[in-house]
């Protein structure tokens, strides 16, 4: 189980950092129009913004990171609960304002790796 963990726990910061480069560089390309589902020009008007929300999307995965490591080098879980704990409040709150969707694609993979931390123990 505590492979599972780990895999589950870099998969969460693989997203993140995926959202990093949505948010910072893609964000008025068109694949972050169509991820975002905005016109140009609410793109332009709201860049700003996303770069800044995708540099604590880099700061998520580098915690989770963090947390993995201290895992798998026998350290503990609480770097990786407490990051994951974001995550998936994090994945709620935007569920319930921004996107439903939200709560699949963020808040559910961070509680199946919380679990799955937590029963590695």
Same mark, same amino acid.
């Given at each position: 189980?505590?492979?599972?963990?780990?895999? !589950?726990?870099? !998969?969460?910061? !693989?997203?993140?950092?995926?959202?990093?480069?949505?948010?910072? #560089?893609? /964000?008025?390309?068109?694949?972050? !129009?169509?991820?975002?589902?905005? %016109?140009?020009?609410?793109?332009?008007?709201?860049?700003?913004?996303?770069?800044?929300?995708?540099?604590?999307? $880099?700061?998520?995965?580098?915690?989770?990171? /963090?947390?993995?490591?201290?895992?798998? %080098?026998?350290?503990? %879980?609480?770097?990786?609960? #407490?990051?994951? $704990?974001?995550?998936?409040?994090?994945?709620?709150?935007?569920?319930?304002?921004?996107?439903?969707?939200? #709560?699949?694609?963020?808040?559910?993979?961070?509680?199946?790796?919380?679990?799955?931390? /937590?029963?590695?123990?």
């Amino acid at each position: 189980m505590h492979i599972v963990a780990l895999l !589950l726990v870099g !998969l969460v910061a !693989l997203a993140h950092v995926g959202f990093l480069v949505l948010e910072m #560089f893609l /964000w008025e390309k068109p694949l972050g !129009l169509k991820v975002f589902r905005q %016109s140009p020009e609410s793109a332009a008007r709201s860049a700003v913004l996303a770069k800044n929300q995708g540099l604590y999307n $880099g700061f998520l995965a580098a915690g989770l990171l /963090w947390g993995a490591w201290t895992v798998a %080098s026998g350290g503990g %879980s609480a770097i990786a609960t #407490f990051f994951l $704990g974001c995550v998936a409040i994090a994945g709620i709150y935007g569920a319930i304002t921004v996107s439903r969707g939200i #709560f699949f694609v963020q808040a559910v993979p961070a509680l199946f790796a919380l679990a799955a931390v /937590w029963i590695a123990g």
